[in-house]
C-alpha cells in the first residue's frame, strides 16, 4: 500500500482484501501440504500435524502486506488534508488478519537501508531535515540520527 490517492476507492480496496484472503488460504494450504503425513507414514502426536518444521503453525499463517507507510493525513497540492494511506493499512489488517510490514518513513529499516546505501556507518554523523514531525523528525531520533530539523514546507 502506497500513496496512490486515485487508486483509494473501494474496487482496488476490496481486490487487494481479497488478493490478501487468497494469499492467505493458499499458504495455509502449502503449510498443510508439507505436514501431512504420506503413505505408511505414522503421526506421533497432534502437533506434528498443525506446525511445519519451520514451527509455523497451518492455522497462524498470514500473507504479507507491504505498507510504504502508516500516516493517516497529508497535505495535498490544493494544501488541504487528504486521508493517507494508514486508514486503508488498518482496514485491510482489521478484515484479513494480515499484519502490514512498513518499508518507508518512519521505520528504523528504512533510516538505516538510507544511511548506508550513501556508505556512512555512525548515523549520529547525519541529521534529517523535513516537515512531518512523526515520519520524518520522530523516526529519524528513533533510528539513532544525530538530530532532525523540522520545516514547514510540507
Given amino acids: 500500500v502506497g500513496l496512490a490517492p486515485n487508486s483509494f476507492h473501494y474496487e482496488k480496496l476490496n481486490e487487494a482484501f481479497r488478493l490478501l484472503l487468497r494469499l492467505k488460504e493458499n499458504q495455509k494450504t502449502s503449510v498443510q501440504e508439507k505436514v501431512e503425513p504420506r503413505g505408511n507414514e505414522t503421526v506421533e502426536n497432534e502437533s506434528d500435524i498443525s506446525t511445519t518444521n519451520s514451527g509455523k503453525s497451518s492455522d497462524n499463517v498470514q500473507p504479507h502486506l507491504i505498507a510504504i507507510h502508516r500516516a493517516t493525513h ?81
Fill in 74 to 154: 497529508y497535505r495535498d497540492s490544493d494544501h488541504q488534508l487528504s486521508l493517507g494511506p494508514g486508514g486503508f493499512i488498518s482496514l485491510l489488517e482489521q478484515t484479513t488478519g494480515a499484519s502490514a510490514h512498513v518499508i518507508g518513513k518512519p521505520s528504523y529499516d528504512f533510516y538505516r537501508a538510507a544511511i548506508s546505501s550513501i556508505g556512512i556507518e555512525d548515523p549520529s554523523e547525519v541529521i534529517m531535515v523535513g516537515d512531518d514531525v512523526v515520519g520524518d523528525v520522530q523516526g529519524a531520533l528513533d533510528a539513532g540520527l544525530g538530530g532532525a530539523v523540522l520545516v514547514k514546507t510540507g
